[in-house]
């Protein structure tokens, strides 16, 4: 028997998923061209010594279920930071992560606040768990404003999202302004520290969880495997936080939410902490020597402390991006506010600079 497909399904689609916008990813190069990707903020390297080896080994036991926690990797990540492995807990990248927080956190009639232009799945994921949410504009320079984030909290918010570095845009929040801001949030409002380039950032000033999370028990850590440590493929994250607050993200969190292969690769990267640092360290150096390169054509970059420079371009950051692509350099253009370019190959970053020098 045939089946019809003529007919539209009836079935009504929850309006706050209706009306989602999609989420954007970096462009992928075309096939049949050579073209360098610098549109999603990957690793340029490959992934570290042994983890190759440790994922074919993984990959014998695909027909098992992995750990249901990862309880492996998580205590790997509490000794890592010094943490209880309660204070842990891990998940499909540090997206699925925050769906997580928001699912445990956030519900109808709910607001959550978070720095525009920032990380682009805030407004989604907010939305999915049934919140509102309340979008503050950035300030100068391409700086989160936390005087505004602070003024838009209101009863109804339950989440504060800080990206820091800020993706797109690259300023970090500094430690003093962030303390300050945190000691004026209530208590009963979780913040939640965007940490996803953090191991690229060299601003003496800027904050970590390490340094709010003492006299702030309402703040939880967002991290990810897929930037320094270039398992982006793989899709692991993770957040820190006090063990209550972590026990409900893991009563939210998909079962088995990271897979067995993931689980060894992100344990084994994480031991090979100095061979990631010296990576990031290649990575810094050629970020800010693209930032210079380009505020010596005139362009206004901010402050770059993530693996990616932010070019202001306005209107015409979308013909920018065709203009790269043109010239073999896939780059992340956001309509009407800017192109954000990924840290890559030395030739890449030459074409790249060759294009916006006319554009400058």
Request: glycine share 8%; net charge negative; proline share 8%.
């Amino acid at each position: 028997m045939a089946l019809c497909v003529s007919m539209s399904p009836k079935v009504p689609v929850r309006p706050a998923i209706a009306n989602l916008p999609d989420y954007v990813a970096g462009a992928r190069p075309p096939v049949g061209r050579r073209a360098y990707k610098l549109s999603s903020n990957e690793s340029p390297f490959p992934p570290l010594p042994g983890v190759l080896a440790a994922v074919a080994d993984a990959a014998a036991d695909i027909n098992r279920y992995p750990d249901m926690i990862a309880a492996g990797l998580v205590e790997a990540l509490a000794a890592h930071h010094g943490v209880e492995s309660a204070q842990v807990v891990a998940g499909n990248g540090s997206v699925a992560v925050l769906g997580h927080v928001l699912t445990a956190f956030t519900g109808q009639g709910d607001e959550v606040v978070y720095p525009w232009r920032s990380f682009e799945a805030y407004p989604i994921l907010a939305a999915l768990s049934g919140a509102t949410g309340v979008g503050v504009p950035l300030g100068a320079e391409g700086r989160l404003d936390l005087p505004a984030l602070l003024a838009a909290i209101t009863p109804r918010t339950r989440v504060v999202m800080i990206c820091s570095p800020n993706n797109p845009t690259g300023p970090a929040v500094r430690r003093d302004e962030l303390k300050l801001f945190l000691d004026a949030v209530p208590s009963d409002v979780l913040v939640v520290l965007d940490e996803a380039y953090v191991e690229y950032v060299t601003d003496p000033d800027a904050a970590t969880y390490a340094d709010v999370a003492p006299d702030h028990p309402n703040v939880i850590s967002l991290r990810t495997f897929s930037k320094a440590y270039g398992l982006a493929g793989l899709r692991v994250g993770y957040a820190i936080g006090r063990g209550r607050l972590i026990g409900a993200v893991r009563k939210a969190a998909t079962p088995f939410g990271v897979n067995a292969a993931a689980e060894l690769a992100a344990t084994v990267s994480l031991s090979l902490d100095l061979a990631m640092r010296d990576r990031v360290a290649a990575v810094v150096a050629a970020r800010d020597a693209m930032a210079d390169a380009l505020r010596a054509q005139g362009w206004a970059v901010p402050d770059a402390q993530g693996n990616f420079v932010w070019l202001p371009a306005g209107a015409d950051a979308v013909p920018f991006a065709q203009d790269a692509t043109l010239a073999g350099v896939m780059v992340r253009a956001f309509d009407g506010s800017g192109v954000r370019v990924t840290t890559g190959e030395p030739e890449a970053v030459q074409a790249l600079l060759e294009v916006a020098a006319t554009w400058a």
